[in-house]
């Protein structure tokens, strides 16, 4: 299904602040997952998927390593000559003025004016999931609502500006919370949002004139009664990133089957950059067991329950369990690894042992050497 008349806005900075040390050098939308894919992906692959053509990433600073990721787009077929893959970045230089969703598209209302398109769908980059969207906008034209919040059941995640919503029985969202917890079941945003562009750029520059910058507090909220905001609760399965150990449990959880089957769907594929290398090489000693491997990856050691991206060199008598370990990072001989999430380039000297937790998984910078 074609969806022309549908605008997609992607925000590739929102939530940096969640993995501080992963996104130093990053931002959240490039940061690797699953031993070959970027959190991005999941975003750009669920709006390809549903027809959507025409796509604008909002970036704000260290995207470097984001464009040259997505290149043109082409492997998500947004390279096109007419519309495909837009790169808009910040106009003003202010991070505080730039830090929420209000500044950043009043930032880009050319890009708005020059739109052909109807609609307008903004998305974060901190959840991974296979979404339909295509089921959203459905249901956002049937109910008649003015804005459509996706949403999940369950316990909500621990992040500072979470959305916690509580919906009525057609599924209008008559009461918002921002930030607080609670501690049994609710329904809870995932930073995904369906509005009409003309009904977006009323409440922007209406909350703007206000010096109101918070989208969920100043748009959201404030327009529960003048506004139809319905709420549409995503049946897909979806991991929200809102620390260093949901990044850690949610790479892990794909070790099982039945997610990685439900996330992976052949039907809705998600693309990514594709890098053609070797395929991965065990020497005579290895031991590997329930770990996923990346092409171009030597391993000599023992490697279990762990994720591998590409160009790993795992040396002989070294033992990986549990961790990480990311792009051209180097295992040295009699070294010990458990619960460790190891960033790019790494190199772990010989001898060394190191240790996380389950619950409080250890994170070594990029490029670093221990």
């Known amino acids: 299904m074609r969806n022309n008349n549908v605008l997609g806005i992607v925000f590739s900075n929102m939530h940096d602040a969640v993995l501080p040390g992963i996104t130093a050098v990053r931002p959240m939308g490039s940061v690797p997952f699953a031993g070959r894919y970027r959190l991005i992906d999941f975003t750009l692959s669920n709006l390809v998927n549903s027809g959507i053509s025409k796509v604008g990433i909002i970036t704000q600073n260290n995207y470097q390593s984001l464009m040259d990721h997505i290149g043109s787009g082409k492997s998500w077929d947004l390279s096109r000559k007419n519309e495909g893959l837009y790169f808009l ?128 507090r100043d748009i959201l909220l404030r327009h529960l009664d003048d506004v139809n905001i319905y709420g549409y609760r995503l049946p897909e399965y979806t991991s929200v990133i809102s620390s260093l150990g949901s990044y850690f449990k949610t790479n892990m959880s794909l070790l099982n089957t039945d997610v990685r089957e439900s996330l992976f769907d052949p039907q809705r594929p998600i693309y990514t950059k594709v890098r053609d290398a070797a395929p991965a090489l065990y020497g005579l000693h290895a031991s590997v067991g329930n770990s996923l491997i990346a092409d171009g990856c030597f391993v000599e050691g023992t490697v279990h329950n762990s994720i591998l991206f590409r160009d790993v060199h795992i040396a002989r008598d070294a033992v990986v369990e549990n961790s990480i370990v990311m792009q051209g990072t180097v295992i040295s001989e009699r070294t010990s690894l458990n619960y460790f999430v190891l960033d790019k380039n790494v190199v772990v000297k010989a001898g060394r042992a190191l240790s996380g937790t389950e619950d409080f998984p250890m994170y070594i910078n990029k490029g670093t050497v221990v």
């Not at 919503?165 to 369906?194: H, K």
């Open 89 to 216: 970045p910040p106009f003003t230089m202010s991070d505080e003025l730039y830090a929420g969703r209000i500044a950043s598209l009043l930032d880009i209302r050319p890009f708005f004016r020059n739109a052909r398109e109807e609609y307008v769908i903004l998305s974060d980059c901190h959840v991974v999931g296979n979404i339909d969207i295509n089921n959203i906008i459905k249901e956002h034209i049937s109910s008649g609502a003015d804005i459509t919040v996706a949403c999940r059941r369950g316990s909500a995640p621990p992040l500072k500006d979470n959305l916690i919503m509580w919906m009525n029985a057609e599924n209008r969202i008559i009461d918002i919370v921002l930030g607080q917890c609670p501690a049994s079941e609710c329904d809870y945003g995932v930073g995904l949002y369906l509005m009409r562009k003309d009904i977006m750029m009323g409440l922007l520059v209406s909350a703007s004139s206000r010096n109101q910058m918070n989208f969920d």
